[in-house]
């Protein structure tokens, strides 16, 4: 069975929202387990154990949030173990223009320099699921489909 990882970091609960959603979109296909954690409940080793990893974070300063860059910083113990793996990221910010196309440039650059393989999307919401504020009806609907999106993936790449 493939097994994805949400992780994010929340404040307000829109970004949490958000989390929640991505991982009813994986619930969606079939064979994939999913874990859902808080960036202060992650470990190293739950990164290593995921085939998929989907991660989430509010804007700060347009980039991912201190919590997760932190994680992301300690990860270098296990660098060249998330190698191949799927990975995909989601933001909330404050409103339009303030940072979301950024802050899912940073969690996607740190994945990339891990050799994983990002999940992007060619017809909309390109880098990753973003809402401004709390998240709408069609925010939370591209969240579920970006979990869909990364199992469906995570599924066919697993030998």
């Not at 017809?123 to 504020?133: E, P, Q």
């Amino acid at each position: 069975m493939a097994r994805i990882l949400v992780v994010y970091d929340s404040r307000t609960g829109n970004t949490e929202k958000m989390a929640l959603a991505v991982a009813e979109g994986v619930r969606r296909v079939k064979d994939v387990e999913v874990t859902l954690k808080k960036v202060s409940q992650t470990s190293l080793q739950d990164l290593c154990n995921a085939d998929g990893i989907i991660i989430g974070s509010p804007v700060y300063y347009g980039q991912m949030s201190g919590r997760l860059k932190t994680m992301f910083d300690e990860s270098v113990k296990i660098h060249g173990k998330l190698d191949g793996k799927v990975g995909a990221a989601f933001t909330s910010s404050g409103g339009t223009a303030t940072g979301a196309e950024t802050t899912l440039l940073s969690i996607v650059h740190a994945m990339l320099v891990h050799g994983m393989i990002v999940q992007g999307r060619c017809d909309d919401k390109h880098y990753g699921a973003a809402a401004a504020g709390s998240p709408s009806g069609k925010d939370i609907e591209s969240c579920k489909d970006l979990g869909k999106r990364v199992a469906n993936l995570v599924t066919r790449l697993k030998p």
